[in-house]
């Protein structure tokens, strides 16, 4: 148990629809960091919140985003969805920027 | 940016057996940290360790952080030890965390 938890678990979407997944931090860590995982890779960063702002960003387009609460929940918005946004999608809170992570269980996203 | 290389890709151990699995970076990191991915997608945490040596229970590691790699030591394997190891580093507090490719163990009774 990690204390990290997100929602939804699975997810079925089509092409071109939007999609928000969302997950709930450890009380008290102020940096959540998403990741996605293709099928027989290691995770990819999309991006960092610290703070409630943007912190960092890996090779993903403008249609990802996110936001980050107050009370330590996050959402990662997938706009515009494509066939190859198929993966399992994993956040990571931590109790500061580059502190050890502690990751959710990940929500599975398949898009048809 | 930083590459990261993990070895071997894959790894059948007969249970009790040790192994010893290994990670390169291609520059200095602040934070290292080694996963353990469950069959279900679960990452764990297993140690962040950026320099020296630390051990929990079975399991120990070893970052050399001056010649940027890291081994992550498995005794007296158990089927329960099955899945995907990763090792991940970062720069600085401001860079993205980058994630080896993993290595895929599979014990065996």
């Known amino acids: 148990e990690t204390g990290v938890t997100q929602s939804p678990t699975h997810l079925i979407k089509t092409r071109g629809q939007q999609v928000t997944l969302r997950c709930s931090s450890q009380s008290g860590h102020n940096t959540v960091s998403w990741y996605q995982q293709a099928l027989g890779q290691g995770p990819q960063f999309i991006f960092q919140?610290?703070?409630?702002?943007?912190?960092g960003r890996g090779n993903f387009p403008p249609r990802f985003s996110g936001l980050q609460f107050p009370n330590y929940s996050s959402e990662l918005n997938v706009n515009a969805l494509e066939l190859d946004d198929s993966a399992l999608y994993l956040c990571a809170s931590s109790p500061d920027r580059g502190d050890t992570q502690y990751f959710g269980p990940g929500t599975r996203l398949t898009v048809l | 940016g930083i590459q990261v290389e993990q070895s071997p890709p894959d790894l059948i151990l007969q249970e009790g057996a040790n192994s010893t699995l290994r990670c390169n970076f291609s520059d200095s990191v602040n934070n290292l940290q080694w996963f353990h991915q469950n069959p279900w997608g679960q990452l764990i945490n297993l140690f962040y360790i950026p320099s020296g040596t630390k051990q929990n229970g079975r399991l120990s590691a070893t970052t050399v952080a001056t010649e940027r790699y890291s081994l992550l030591y498995i005794s007296s394997s158990q089927t329960t030890d099955s899945g995907v190891y990763f090792c991940a580093g970062i720069k600085t507090s401001y860079d993205k965390v980058i994630f080896g490719p993993g290595t895929s163990l599979s014990v065996i009774p």
């Open positions: 919140y610290y703070r409630e702002e943007e912190n």
